[in-house]
């Protein structure tokens, strides 16, 4: 995916696996999993994905999530 990070106003590349979809009632929607670039689980707020696409690579969640 492409993503959008506010804070350092930088757009990059990452490989999620994603395990859950957080969503709390009044904040913005998240996308939790294991990022491949920082080989470890992350938060992704949903709408600064920019662009998105479905690997056919398959994964395992992590036990321990």
Same mark, same amino acid.
């Given at each position: ?11 990059? #590349? ?26 470890? !689980?992350?938060? *992704? ?10 690997? #056919?690579?398959? *994964? !395992?969640?992590?036990?321990? *999530?």
């Amino acid at each position: 995916m492409r993503y959008f990070t506010a804070s350092r106003n930088t757009r990059s #590349e990452r490989m999620l696996d994603p395990y859950l979809l957080h969503i709390y009632r009044g904040t913005n929607p998240y996308v939790i999993g294991y990022c491949h670039s920082r080989q470890e !689980v992350r938060w *992704f707020r949903v709408d600064r994905i920019e662009d998105l696409q479905v690997l #056919e690579q398959k *994964f !395992v969640q992590d036990p321990l *999530f």
